[in-house]
């Protein structure tokens, strides 16, 4: 069993008072602009590959949106790189402008609490970026963590996972699609409606309705399940990256982590060898069902005539580790296991034995599940009110869970309640606002940005020249405390300012 | 909504570095819900148009 660096790249859904959607690319220049932090403004996309996919060929080019177009006809922009306007941060992490929306990408992190802490820190830049946007403009500005806006138009939260090109595309596919599809039970963020087929109250992801194909290389249209872009950010004849492009943007913050942890179990079971084998007839049709069913046993068709259900695809998996693997599972809240262990195989564990416990109790999983503490809250609301879950209402409160204003957020007001219980530290979150992640070359990136912003010329995932000299980070990279005698970081600063 | 002057919410400055032993930004001060009535008159304040009036650009 070998750690997996993991990253997850959120689209931000987001207005600004008095403008609309033709103003939106325009105004998310001028969000990322308005970053308040100390940063290195820029990005260098030369080796970036969006078209290349994991089978092994590359698209002549890739869809786009027909609305965008509508939207943008006649516009005249300035640069691209403007138009972006990357800032890459002193914790290893990127703010920029991804097709009118700010994204925030966290760095690479090996443990899940990192990734979640790092997550939460983007969380809190975006609500310091929306007030330093709204002082810019003297306009109120409102964000969201969610991925749909109920026209039809969504946007992503993205997970990336470093894989030894060794596994191969056959049994990564194999082993995580599967999961894909189910793990939306335990880490489905919940929509009011849909946006694509007929009616329904609630579902139990916000990205069901737009998934449309098993595979391809696609994000803006004709989304898949199973995306295929091959861009390693390493070197590719050792490295892949899993592109998870069907997941939701999780307010609690356990979701996010057991959401990462479930397809980390899937790519440790693909690497041993111990994956369980589902063969889903119409995965696309599956995913959709099962998101309107909102149950654990709706019915999933195999290739053969038979058929399963979600909870036991997703036991499974959890059987594999705890036969296979030899995880002994604890069941800990997220939040308090994460915090106190530390190992590789300690992440696997807790994410086996809380998805285990959130499995078999609904009142755990009414507290630590998004979709089902929002249709709680909701329910409760549309009861007391005897209202509808056609009335705009309902749409208008799925909305306000997910604003990051805690003032108005719903999913705030849940967790000041008592009926949410996390416990993810401010200081710890706070502290991942300005430091990478320990043990990641996002540690070097970041000290980079802090030390010497002004003397980069080129900056991506892989690469960074300083002065005219150019290194490779690759992403196995290991990097710890600056503050421990002698690291690499300090080794390397002082190589680059001694270059000539 | 996040305004300019918004008062109930602390936003310290930007310090030059981080500093590992301090306690990070103070939780904003915020009307607490303490249960289902205090919920109920929070959504109650909900814009019912909201989500008819929000429009996004399709992203990834």
Request: glycine residues 6%; charged residues 30%.
């Amino acid at each position: 069993m070998n750690p997996i660096l993991a990253g997850i790249e959120t689209e931000y859904g987001f207005l600004v008072e008095g403008h609309g959607p033709e103003e939106l690319v325009d105004d998310a220049t001028l969000f990322v602009q308005s970053h308040p932090g100390q940063h290195y403004a820029g990005w260098d996309y030369r080796f970036e590959s969006p078209r290349r996919d994991l089978r092994g060929f590359v698209l002549s080019q890739l869809a786009t949106d027909p609305q965008d177009a509508l939207w943008d006809s006649g516009r005249v922009r300035v640069s691209d790189a403007e138009i972006r306007s990357d800032r890459v941060l002193t914790n290893g992490a990127r703010l920029y402008n991804d097709h009118g929306h700010p994204e925030y990408s966290t760095p690479e992190c090996w443990s899940l609490r990192e990734l979640v802490l790092h997550d939460l820190a983007g969380e809190e830049w975006l609500r310091r970026t929306a007030h330093s946007l709204a002082t810019r403009l003297g306009r109120s500005v409102r964000v969201f963590k969610n991925n749909s806006d109920y026209h039809g138009a969504s946007y992503g939260t993205h997970e990336s996972y470093l894989v030894p090109r060794s596994l191969g595309f056959d049994r990564v596919f194999a082993a995580c699609l599967p999961m894909l599809v189910v793990r939306q039970l335990v880490t489905g963020a919940g929509k009011v409606g849909a946006e694509s087929g007929a009616w329904v109250d609630f579902q139990m992801s916000q990205r069901a309705d737009f998934l449309v194909e098993v595979t391809n290389a696609e994000t803006l249209f004709r989304r898949p399940i199973f995306n295929t872009r091959d861009e390693p950010h390493g070197p590719p004849d050792q490295w892949m990256r899993l592109h998870v492009i069907c997941g939701d943007a999780n307010r609690i913050p356990s979701c996010t982590a057991r959401k990462v942890g479930l397809v980390k179990l899937a790519l440790t079971l693909a690497a041993e060898e111990l994956a369980p084998r589902w063969p889903i007839r119409n995965p696309v049709q599956a995913f959709q069902a099962m998101s309107r069913s909102l149950r654990d046993d709706a019915r999933i068709d195999l290739e053969g005539g038979s058929w399963t259900t979600p909870r036991a695809i997703l036991e499974s998996y959890l059987d594999a580790a705890e036969q296979g693997l030899g995880l002994k599972p604890d069941t800990r809240p997220l939040a308090m296991s994460l915090l106190s262990d530390s190992s590789w195989a300690d992440d696997l564990a807790c994410i086996v034995g809380e998805t285990r416990a959130v499995l078999e109790s609904p009142e755990l999983a009414a507290q630590r599940v998004d979709w089902r503490a929002k249709r709680g809250l909701l329910q409760m609301y549309l009861d007391s009110e005897q209202a509808s879950w056609r009335d705009p209402i309902a749409q208008a409160l799925e909305l306000a869970y997910h604003d990051l204003d805690p003032e108005e957020s719903l999913f705030d007001a849940l967790v000041s309640a008592g009926e949410v219980d996390e416990s993810w530290p401010p200081a710890e979150i706070e502290r991942r606002r300005f430091e990478a992640p320990e043990g990641t070359r996002a540690r070097l990136r970041g000290a980079i940005v802090r030390e010497m912003a002004s003397q980069i010329t080129h900056l991506s995932w892989s690469k960074v020249s300083v002065l005219d000299q150019e290194w490779m980070l690759p992403p196995d990279l290991e990097v710890f405390d600056p503050l421990d005698s002698p690291t690499q970081i300090e080794e390397f600063l002082r190589k680059i300012k001694k270059a000539p | 909504m996040i305004t300019a002057d918004r008062t109930t919410r602390r936003l310290t400055e930007e310090p030059e570095r981080k500093h590992a032993d301090e306690d990070g930004p103070q939780k904003p001060d915020l009307k607490k819900p303490a249960g289902p009535n205090e919920l109920l008159k929070r959504m109650k304040n909900v814009d019912p148009d909201q989500a008819k009036k929000y429009r996004q650009r399709s992203g990834q």
